[in-house]
């Protein structure tokens, strides 16, 4: 069964640098997703991207975030200047077009900023 | 502001046993809703999901029941195994032209030999 995948599993930066987490989003989907999970806290929405561009966000996702899709297979998030803050379980997650599908989520990426 | 959450953050059953795991939202505009299961150091993992033109759907051991006069919705897990142990997430769908998930709080199950 297709899957997203997720690298690194775990990233350790310091606080100030800047970290690119990545994903493959399965194949044929065109809406792609990344949330965080505090520890011990629920699921949190960062941003959607469609088409090439943002199409929501949330207010977690502030100017020191970005997202891009540099070719057809990756979907990337970058964090500037990372906050101790920061430090969660990113979650890379995607869907197909159609309206009222499920929305398949990688395994994450555990981001610790010392 | 809108919020989905569940009642009980913790529940055990017997193994073989059923389990029923109830979350409430209050967005009343939601019409999408799906059950994640997320297993330690994994990502939520898709179990079922309901449109709210439903109120009931099954799956393979799992049914799903929506009663939108009160904003509520269960999953039940029949004849509950080990491997049912994990944290169960109920999501909605916004009304955002991407349906980004709000995520409820969880509820840890855990089975009992």
């Known amino acids: 069964e297709p899957e997203v995948t997720q690298t690194p599993s775990h990233q350790v930066t310091q606080m100030g640098q800047e970290v690119i987490l990545r994903c493959v989003p399965i194949?044929?989907?065109?809406?792609f997703y990344w949330y965080r999970q505090i520890l011990g806290q629920k699921v949190e929405f960062l941003v959607s991207f469609y088409n090439n561009e943002i199409s929501e966000k949330s207010e977690i996702f502030d100017d020191q975030f970005s997202v891009e899709r540099p070719d057809g297979s990756n979907f990337t998030l970058k964090i500037r200047s990372t906050k101790l803050e920061d430090s969660a379980m990113y979650f890379c997650a995607s869907r197909e077009r159609v309206v009222n599908q499920p929305q398949h989520f990688g395994d994450g990426t555990r981001l610790s900023i010392l | 502001g809108e919020s989905v959450g569940l009642h009980l953050p913790t529940l055990s059953v017997q193994e073989g046993d059923n389990s029923i795991i109830n979350c409430a939202y209050s967005?009343?505009?939601?019409?999408?809703f799906i059950w994640y299961k997320q297993e330690s150091g994994k990502g939520p993992q898709f179990i079922i999901d309901?449109?709210?033109?439903?109120d009931k759907r099954q799956g393979q051991r799992v049914t799903v029941l929506l009663n939108k006069t009160v904003k509520h919705l269960s999953l039940q897990i029949a004849a509950t195994q080990p491997g049912d142990s994990a944290v169960y997430f109920c999501a909605e769908n916004s009304a955002g032209s991407a349906r980004q998930l709000t995520f409820g709080s969880g509820t840890q199950l855990t089975v009992l030999p």
């Open positions: 194949s044929n989907h065109l809406y």
């Open positions: 309901i449109r709210s033109n439903m």
């Open positions: 967005n009343s505009a939601s019409d999408y």
